[in-house]
């Protein structure tokens, strides 16, 4: 037993941390850094570069772009991506149609989408969610109708993330409403441009315009577009998010964040000092740090785990790394914002261009709404009560 | 990267495992080892020593087996499984591994192959009530007189110092009592004159002592490493300690959520298993978040234990204990609970696991004092930070 990194993995490491901060435009992992929100061309930037190094679907299979590498150098890259505040490859391309289209896609849809996929020539949204139908998914309603040869879709998804970027969309639809619910979906690809598509951005309490409601008015999507068998598509929902979950614990960023936090705690004057100087502050960050350290061990005993895994069937423990990763998140961004203190209340957008002084530090003024927008991260990707059903039943047995 | 054993430690485990399980399988058994003069089995603690875990963590040389802290939480982690009684921690992992750390050659060879035959307990005898956690709080005195020693003071709560064959005694060469240097370490026969010990249960079911010493003689070669080496070898070795109790306490607190579970799938009410009411469910998820989190901080202690950096080690310890006392209060607490009347009885085995489990929180330091350490540390980036 030895949780030390082998002399490889060191060097793996080191390739990584001075390659991203060597490659990635700096103005870009600032902006990351912040808390601010990201254009569309600095996601692509980013992604292509990782891509051109081999390093953006390292996971897929090999013929698709692919590394033959053990599950420690995933983690090692996924990690540093995190710390070095990077933009990851886009997850919807690389974590979740692309895996499902290299494991169950026609032989003719690897060929026309993987590459672009890959290459983030093709932006994805996920049509999952619905208004009625958020953590019992498959309730979902929108439903899709054969017409010779096409599909014609009708409903509504919501909280798709980014779909204004988005030159396609994977989505669930309801091919059979007599079937038990989830054996009545299927999963299909359409592109966003197609007629009868609506998209209205949803203002989220952070003020951010990350997700989006999306309509369907009668959209026509070829037949071909099906990936897998009609009314399979459950199966691949869940393989999908089977891969969302392991990578959700975001250690690196948490880390990223409590690095960014021991510095303004030490330039935030507070007392006769800086708030670094409360034993009080120390404490509540010593407890956070206490935690992360014991999740890192767990997700490096998962990954280290994965070895002797069923490829595809992920470990039990991803609903503890999600439970408990989650809740670090949004304890490192509460803490940022207690740091802040009353700088952080001010609703200025530093970005808004001003002939008026600052009113306190930049990053300060973005602490709030990070704070606001992380409570999404225990309500995402399985909701930390799913995860604690998951484990109650897949795990316990109860 | 590797968390796996090695074939040897497979075997080790294994060999515990069958040992623990025949021996305290059932707990009716427990409370007959309760009631032997010692407070715990002699017959299971000749078959520790001749499986080979009285001598684990010495040096061949010394009569042991030269294993290391993977080893020893491999053991304490059985023995949190089972509660087991036996003197491991104050014999072997406490006053072993102060001789094992401390002595010179002859102190060694005098003592540890004695330790691994299972023919000499030890403890360690530190403490003292003003001290409360600080390790360097020390009025117990070493008069130099006549070529040896003289010693004087009160040490409270000696883990096992009721039975043990020979002490470890702290006690200070010069200074004042908050002084961190001038602290030194005895060898003393726990029949020396002088020595009187006041023998109690502790709340867990163990034994321990009030020990007096008042005008104790020893001879010159009953000190333990370099006059002046005290404090840092008693600091390594508590350290041991710490990352021995939380195996200890992970194999506790796995057993006794194991039996939460089974409880929650076989007790009806309603009509029903109270496993499918989902407030229950959720709890025990819960618990087991935190015993996996628990599980990774002993794992980190036990690779940390044997750190070279003394304060590096220290904060690992104290960062470990940390995760550990939350957790394990988290599951003590909700395993009472969830078990409803029964948990509360004294004849069932939960209450048992709940008791030796609040009991580890309070040795060595408590969750508040080992938060205070990562704390003034720092916190636990500085590693972070050599890494870059």
């Known amino acids: 037993m030895d949780l030390r990194f082998t002399p490889e993995e060191i060097a793996f490491r080191d390739e990584v941390r001075s390659f991203l901060r060597r490659e990635i435009p700096a103005d870009i992992r600032a902006r990351l850094s912040e808390g601010r929100h990201l254009s569309k061309q600095d996601m692509v930037t980013c992604h292509r570069i990782l891509h051109q190094r081999g390093w953006a679907v390292p996971h897929w299979p090999r013929e698709w772009g692919g590394q033959d590498w053990s599950p420690v150098f995933h983690y090692i890259l996924g990690e540093e991506i995190q710390r070095a505040a990077v933009p990851p490859p886009l997850a919807f391309n690389v974590s979740m149609v692309g895996p499902v289209i290299a494991q169950f896609g026609s032989e003719a849809q690897k060929r026309r989408f993987l590459p672009a996929t890959a290459n983030l020539d093709i932006w994805w949204c996920q049509g999952f969610s619905e208004p009625g139908s958020g953590s019992d998914l498959a309730s979902l309603r929108t439903r899709a109708e054969r017409d010779g040869d096409h599909y014609i879709v009708n409903g509504q ?21 007599e079937a038990k619910k989830q054996e009545g979906i299927s999963f299909l690809l359409f592109e966003m441009t197609s007629p009868g598509i609506t998209v209205r951005p949803i203002v989220t309490i952070d003020g951010g315009r990350e997700v989006n409601e999306v309509f369907f008015d009668n959209v026509r999507v070829p037949v071909e577009n099906l990936v897998g068998q009609e009314n399979r598509g459950w199966d691949y929902a869940k393989f999908l998010l089977g891969n969302e979950r392991t990578g959700i614990a975001r250690i690196g960023l948490t880390k990223e964040r409590l690095a960014r936090a021991r510095q303004f705690a030490r330039e935030t004057p507070a007392g006769d000092g800086t708030v670094w100087d409360d034993p009080d502050f120390r404490r509540r960050l010593a407890l956070i740090e206490v935690q992360l350290k014991a999740l890192e061990i767990t997700q490096m005993r998962v990954v280290a785990g994965a070895r002797n895994r069923e490829a595809g069937r992920p470990d039990p423990n991803s609903s503890i790394l999600k439970i408990k990763g989650s809740e670090l998140q949004q304890a490192a961004t509460e803490l940022l914002m207690e740091i802040a203190g009353p700088c952080a209340l001010p609703a200025v957008d530093p970005d808004e261009p001003t002939n008026e002084p600052p009113i306190g530090p930049e990053w300060a003024m973005l602490t709030a709404p990070t704070y606001f927008n992380y409570r999404k991260v225990s309500i995402y990707g399985g909701s930390n009560e799913i995860q604690r059903n998951i484990i109650a039943k897949a795990f316990l047995g109860l | 990267m590797d968390f796996d054993l090695t074939e040897e430690q497979r075997l080790l485990r294994d060999s515990i495992d069958r040992l623990i399980d025949d021996a305290y399988g059932d707990f009716e058994k427990r409370r007959t080892y309760a009631q032997e003069p010692h407070g715990f089995s002699m017959a299971l603690w000749r078959r520790y020593a001749e499986l080979g875990l009285l001598g684990l963590p010495f040096a061949e040389a010394d009569g042991g087996y030269g294993g290391g802290a993977v080893e020893t939480m491999l053991v304490m982690e059985a023995i949190g499984r089972g509660l087991a009684l036996e003197p491991y921690l104050a014999t072997v992992v406490l006053g072993g591994g102060l001789v094992r750390l401390g002595g010179n050659a002859a102190q060694r060879q005098r003592i540890l192959p004695r330790i691994a035959d299972g023919s000499l307990r030890l403890a360690f005898a ?51 009592r908050r002084d961190r240097t001038g602290i030194g370490l005895f060898l003393v026969d726990a029949g020396a004159a002088g020595v009187t010990r006041r ?85 025990a998820a819960d618990m087991l978040v935190a015993l996996e989190q628990a599980r990774s901080m002993a794992m980190y202690a036990a690779m940390m234990a044997d750190a070279p950096d003394a304060a590096e080690r ?46 580890i929180g309070l040795l060595f330091g408590d969750t508040a004092h080992h938060l205070k350490t990562v704390a003034a540390a720092g916190g636990l980036s500085a590693d972070e930070a050599a890494e870059t």
């Open chain 2, 199 to 283: 023998a109690y249960p502790t709340q867990d079911g163990q034994r321990a002592a009030e020990i007096t010493l008042a005008q104790v003689r020893v001879p010159a070669d009953a000190m333990l490493g370099a006059p002046d080496a005290g404090l840092a070898l008693i600091g390594q070795v508590t350290d041991a300690a710490i990352a021995a109790l939380c195996a200890e306490a992970v194999g506790a607190m796995s057993a006794l959520h194991a039996m939460t579970v089974d409880y929650l799938k076989t007790r009806k009410q309603f009509g029903v298993p109270i496993g499918s009411f989902q407030a229950l469910q959720h709890r």
């Open chain 2, 126 to 176: 530190h403490n003292e009530r003003q001290a409360r956690y600080d390790l360097f709080d020390v009025a117990t005195t070493a008069r130099a007189e006549g070529g040896g020693f003289v010693l004087n003071g009160a040490k409270t709560v000696v883990l096992h110092g009721d039975s043990a064959d020979l002490l470890v005694v702290g006690a200070r060469l010069s200074g004042n």
């Open chain 1, 157 to 177: 998804k919501t909280w798709t993330t980014l779909a204004q970027y988005a030159d396609w969309i994977f989505c669930l639809v309801r091919t059979n409403r």
């Open chain 2, 314 to 359: 220290h904060t690992a310890m104290a960062a470990a204990r940390v995760q550990i006392d939350e957790s394990a209060r988290m599951i003590g607490q909700g395993a009472i609970q969830l078990h409803g009347g029964i948990g509360m009885t004294q004849e069932y085995r939960a209450g048992h696991y709940f008791k030796r489990l609040t009991m």
